[in-house]
């Protein structure tokens, strides 16, 4: 499961598999909110720091324009979108790739509760330009 090549590959690794222990023991069918406050849990248990719904500014041209809310940002460094849909579209992609470009995330995973079986894409932010690693305001 955990691609050495991939940037963060053992903490994408940990959180997919925190991730799939929520889906296996809970399946498909509940609403979003439901499995993020399991894999909230799940994270705890595992040992990861990270912050749930953490609001971060959205810029143009830079003036901040307003915010949005990431599901959880792992570790500073790794941004977790959750859905729960019966299948994932391009449009779920595009959207978190465009979170990563907006907060200058370089990667970031979307994950899908609503299936029969867990989904899950890895996602890199090709127009990363941060110097320094991790997220100073991580509380």
Do not use: W
Not at 85 to 96: F, G, S, W
């Amino acid at each position: 499961m955990i691609e050495e090549e991939y940037k963060y590959s053992e903490l994408t690794g940990k959180i997919i598999g925190c991730a799939m222990k929520v889906h296996s023991a809970l399946g498909n069918g509940f609403q979003e909110v439901i499995y993020q406050r399991a894999l909230e849990i799940e994270m705890i248990d595992e040992g990861l720091i990270f912050n749930r719904e953490y609001e971060m500014p959205v810029f143009y041209k830079q003036q901040q324009v307003g915010t949005r809310r990431v599901d959880f940002l792992v570790e500073g460094i790794v941004s977790v979108e959750l859905k729960a849909i019966i299948k994932l579209e391009d449009v779920h992609l595009a959207q978190a790739i465009n979170y990563l470009e907006a907060y200058d995330i370089e990667v970031g995973l979307l994950i899908n509760f609503g299936a029969r079986s867990l989904q899950f894409k890895r996602l890199a932010n090709k127009k990363f330009k941060q110097k320094n690693q991790g997220n100073p305001k991580i509380k």
